[in-house]
C-alpha cells in the first residue's frame, strides 16, 4: 500500500533578521489545466520556528485526513470565521473585533456567506449594495452610503488577506460604487451657551470633573475613563493621554489599551479650573484607599466610582444619559462632547494643527471633514470681520 506524502515548508516573515512570524505552506502539486502550483498558506502568529513546523506537520496531517477544507471548497462565511479568528481577534482591539464581527454577521454572511469563496464576483456585491440604498437585509430601512462604505471597508480588509493567503487571486470589491448620501452628514453638538449651561449645571456634582476633562482634553470616553492619576503632572499642570478603557468582547470584563494610534497619544496643559478639580479628585481617592484599606499607588483611575472601582463604559454612559435627564438639558450623544469641544475651539479662532493634536487626530482633513459644520452661531464672523478691519480702512 503506497503512503500519501505531501511537501511543506514554513517561511519567516518579513525576513530571516526580523522574524515576527511564519507562513506555513502546503504544496499540492501543480493544476492539471494550468500548470500553475497549488498552494495552501497559513500563518502562524508565533516568532517560534517550532510552532510554525508544528502547525505544518498538523495542516498535513488534516490535508491527508480529508479534515481540512481546501481554499475551492469553503464558503464566504467560512473564510470569515476563520479571518475573525486567526487575524482580526489576535491583531486587532476587542472593540474593533467585536465591530467586525457584529457587521460580518448582520450584513455580510446573511447575502454573501453561503458564496464560495472563489466565486464571489464584483457584480453580485455592486447588486447587494445598490439592494442596501434602497433597504436593507436587516431592516426595512435604507442603508447610508458612509454606513454601506463601513461595510465594504471590513469585507475588502478580509478578501484581502485571502488574496494574500493565495486562497483568491483578486479582490472582487474593487472599484465597487456607493455613492454618496443625498443629505449630508449631521452632527449634533452643544451651542456655546448650552456648553456654559452644563459646566455650570453640574458644578459640585460628581459629574463636574468628566465634563471639565471631556471638554478641556477633547476625550473620547475610553480615554476619560482610562485616565489615571500618573497621567497626570500637577506641577507642569500637563495631563497624557496614553491609555483607553475599552469593553471586551465579554462587555463585562473591560480591558486597559494604549493609544490605538500615535496621534491618540497625546500631552496637553489643561486650565487652572480643570486642574483643581484633578487635586481635589486625587485628594478624595487616597481618601478612599484609606477607607478600603488600599495603598494609592498613583493607578487608580481619576474617574471612578464611589469605592474606587472604574466604571463600565456602558454605565458611564448610562450615567451622562441620567445626568441630562435629570437637570432637564438637551441630549446629546457622550461623544457629541467631544464634537463640541472642537467646534468651540474652532470657532474660537484656535489654529487648526492645534485643535488636531488636542483631538489626538492624525489627519486635519478628519478634524475639517467632521467638524466643517460647526460654528453657525459665528457664521457671521467673517463678514463682520471684513467690515472693521478690510472695507472700512478703503472706504475711509
Same mark, same amino acid.
Given at each position: 500500500?503506497?503512503?500519501?506524502?505531501?511537501?511543506?515548508?514554513v517561511?519567516?516573515r518579513p525576513s530571516?533578521?526580523?522574524?515576527?512570524?511564519?507562513?506555513v505552506i502546503?504544496?499540492?502539486g501543480?493544476d492539471?489545466?494550468?500548470?500553475e502550483?497549488k498552494?495552501v498558506?497559513?500563518?502562524?502568529?508565533s516568532?517560534?520556528?517550532?510552532?510554525?513546523?508544528n502547525?505544518?506537520i498538523?495542516?498535513?496531517?488534516e490535508?491527508?485526513?480529508g479534515?481540512m477544507?481546501? *481554499?475551492d471548497?469553503?464558503?464566504?462565511?467560512?473564510?470569515?470565521d476563520?479571518?475573525?479568528?486567526?487575524?482580526?481577534?489576535?491583531?486587532?482591539?476587542?472593540?474593533t473585533?467585536?465591530?467586525?464581527k457584529?457587521?460580518?454577521d @448582520?450584513?455580510?454572511k446573511?447575502?454573501f456567506?453561503?458564496?464560495?469563496? &472563489?466565486?464571489?464576483k &464584483?457584480?453580485?456585491i455592486?447588486q447587494?449594495?445598490?439592494?442596501? @440604498?434602497i433597504?436593507s437585509?436587516?431592516?426595512?430601512k435604507?442603508?447610508?452610503?458612509e454606513?454601506?462604505?463601513?461595510i465594504?471597508r471590513?469585507l475588502?480588509a478580509?478578501?484581502?488577506?485571502a488574496?494574500?493567503l493565495g486562497?483568491?487571486?483578486y479582490?472582487?470589491t474593487?472599484n465597487?460604487k456607493?455613492?454618496?448620501d443625498?443629505?449630508t452628514?449631521?452632527?449634533d453638538v452643544y451651542?456655546?451657551?448650552?456648553?456654559? /449651561?452644563?459646566?455650570k449645571t453640574v458644578k459640585?456634582?460628581?459629574m463636574? /470633573?468628566p465634563v471639565?476633562?471631556l471638554?478641556?482634553c477633547?476625550?473620547?470616553?475610553?480615554? /476619560?475613563?482610562g485616565?489615571?492619576f500618573?497621567?497626570?503632572?500637577?506641577?507642569?499642570?500637563?495631563?497624557?493621554?496614553?491609555h483607553?478603557?475599552?469593553e471586551?468582547?465579554? %462587555?463585562?470584563k473591560?480591558?486597559?489599551k494604549?493609544?490605538k494610534?500615535?496621534g491618540?497619544y497625546?500631552?496637553?496643559?489643561?486650565?487652572?479650573e480643570?486642574?483643581?478639580?484633578?487635586?481635589?479628585?486625587?485628594?478624595?481617592?487616597?481618601q478612599?484607599? /484609606?477607607?478600603?484599606?488600599k495603598?494609592?499607588?498613583?493607578?487608580?483611575?481619576?474617574?471612578c466610582?464611589?469605592?474606587?472601582d472604574?466604571?463600565l463604559?456602558?454605565?458611564?454612559?448610562a450615567?451622562w444619559?441620567?445626568?441630562?435627564?435629570k437637570?432637564?438639558?438637551r441630549h446629546?450623544?457622550?461623544h457629541?462632547?467631544r464634537?463640541s $469641544?472642537?467646534?468651540?475651539?474652532l %470657532?474660537?479662532?484656535? *489654529?487648526?494643527?492645534?485643535v488636531?493634536a488636542?483631538?489626538?487626530?492624525?489627519?486635519p482633513k478628519?478634524?475639517?471633514?467632521?467638524?466643517?459644520h460647526?460654528a453657525k452661531?459665528?457664521?457671521?464672523?467673517? $463678514?463682520d470681520?471684513?467690515d472693521a478691519?478690510?472695507?472700512?480702512a478703503v472706504?475711509g
Open positions: 500500500m503506497q503512503v500519501r506524502k505531501i511537501a511543506g515548508s517561511r519567516p530571516k533578521e526580523n522574524v515576527k512570524y511564519y507562513d502546503l504544496e499540492l501543480r492539471p489545466l494550468t500548470g502550483r498552494r498558506r497559513f500563518k502562524s502568529n516568532d517560534s520556528r517550532e510552532e510554525a513546523e502547525m505544518l498538523l495542516k498535513k496531517a490535508y491527508l485526513s479534515e477544507l481546501m *481554499p471548497e469553503r464558503t464566504v462565511s467560512e473564510f470569515l476563520e479571518y475573525l479568528r486567526d487575524y482580526v481577534a489576535v491583531q486587532s482591539s476587542p472593540a473585533f467585536r465591530d467586525y457584529t457587521n460580518i @448582520r450584513y455580510i446573511p447575502m456567506g453561503k458564496v464560495k469563496l &472563489q466565486e464571489l &464584483q457584480a453580485r455592486q447587494v449594495y445598490n439592494q442596501w @440604498r433597504k437585509n436587516a431592516s426595512d435604507p442603508l447610508k452610503a454606513s454601506i462604505r463601513h465594504n471590513i475588502k478580509a478578501l484581502n488577506k488574496c494574500e486562497y483568491i487571486k479582490n472582487p474593487k465597487v456607493i455613492g454618496k443625498l443629505v452628514k449631521h452632527v451651542t456655546t451657551e448650552e456648553i456654559k /449651561l452644563l459646566k459640585g456634582t460628581d463636574e /470633573l471639565a476633562l471638554f478641556d477633547v476625550m473620547r470616553r475610553g480615554e /476619560l475613563l485616565l489615571c500618573d497621567d497626570v503632572d500637577f506641577e507642569k499642570r500637563t495631563v497624557t493621554i496614553q483607553s478603557w475599552v471586551s468582547e465579554d %462587555s463585562k473591560p480591558v486597559l494604549d493609544c494610534t500615535d491618540s497625546r500631552k496637553m496643559v489643561v486650565s487652572e480643570t486642574m483643581k478639580l484633578l487635586k481635589r479628585q486625587q485628594l478624595l481617592c487616597k478612599i484607599c /484609606l477607607r478600603e484599606g495603598r494609592f499607588t498613583g493607578k487608580q483611575r481619576v474617574v466610582k464611589q469605592n474606587g472604574p466604571f463604559p456602558k454605565s458611564f454612559t450615567k444619559i441620567d445626568t441630562l435627564k437637570y432637564g438639558l446629546i450623544k457622550l457629541g462632547t464634537h $469641544a472642537i467646534s468651540w475651539l %470657532s474660537q479662532g484656535i *489654529p487648526l494643527h492645534i488636531q488636542r483631538a489626538g487626530h492624525q489627519d478628519i478634524t475639517l471633514s467632521v467638524y466643517s460647526v452661531e459665528d457664521e457671521g464672523v467673517v $463678514a470681520l471684513l478691519k478690510l472695507f472700512c472706504n
